[in-house]
């Protein structure tokens, strides 16, 4: 008894609808806004970085009460050596947005179930994961920085706020991300070799 292969019986209706073109149709608000949602998130990073660090006594309020003490008044010098410190952890915040306007750039261009599109998804993780990594230590430098007239022990110092909850959740929804790219990744490599493999009896 002859068998007929299962693909003849889905529709070209069907298949139409989930062409790269009509699917780029229907997520082009989603990508828009996406865009603009990762712009916008390191903008307001920044700019809240900078209404902080342009208010020393709020700054000295807001170190002095996780260290439970009372910090006094910030030289000139430590505020501008402290905002250059997380400035610079702001800079792979700002490429965790690039690599976002990226990927949904390449998405409103068609390039979705790509080796590329796999690529950025998996540069968000990493850039998150850096932007992570990059905080935490631009916090003890900017937090060793502004106490160094305090007196207060070195281990308090370093070690006050070392890790917080916040930093945990960015480093599990980064590898997250960075899971999904490598598996994205995957499925696209064997959805190119497959053509080749059918070709063989």
Not at 9 to 35: M, N
Not at 70 to 82: C, N
Not at 115 to 141: F, M, N, P
């Amino acid at each position: 008894m002859p068998t007929v292969p299962w693909p003849t019986f889905v529709s070209t209706e069907i298949a139409d609808s989930h062409s790269p073109a009509v699917l780029r149709t229907k997520i082009a608000w989603l990508c828009h806004l996406a865009r603009a949602a990762a712009v916008g998130w390191a903008a307001w990073m920044l700019i809240a970085m900078v209404r902080v660090w342009a208010d020393p006594a709020r700054t000295a309020n807001i170190v002095g009460h996780y260290l439970n003490a009372d910090l006094g008044v910030f030289s000139s010098s430590q505020i501008a050596l402290g905002f250059a410190a997380f400035v610079a952890a702001w800079i792979p915040i700002a490429a965790v947005a690039y690599c976002i306007w990226q990927l949904f750039g390449g998405y409103l261009r068609g390039r979705i179930f790509t080796g590329d599109a796999a690529a950025w998804v998996q540069r968000i993780g990493i850039a998150g994961l850096t932007a992570v990594a990059v905080s935490i230590v631009a916090r003890r430098i900017g937090w060793l920085i502004l106490t160094s007239h305090s007196g207060l022990p070195f281990g308090t110092r370093l070690f006050t706020q070392f890790v917080v909850p916040n930093d945990l959740l960015e480093v599990l929804f980064s590898l997250f991300v960075l899971a999904v790219g490598h598996v994205f990744k995957v499925a696209v490599q064997i959805a190119d070799d497959t053509p080749a493999s059918c070709d063989h009896p």
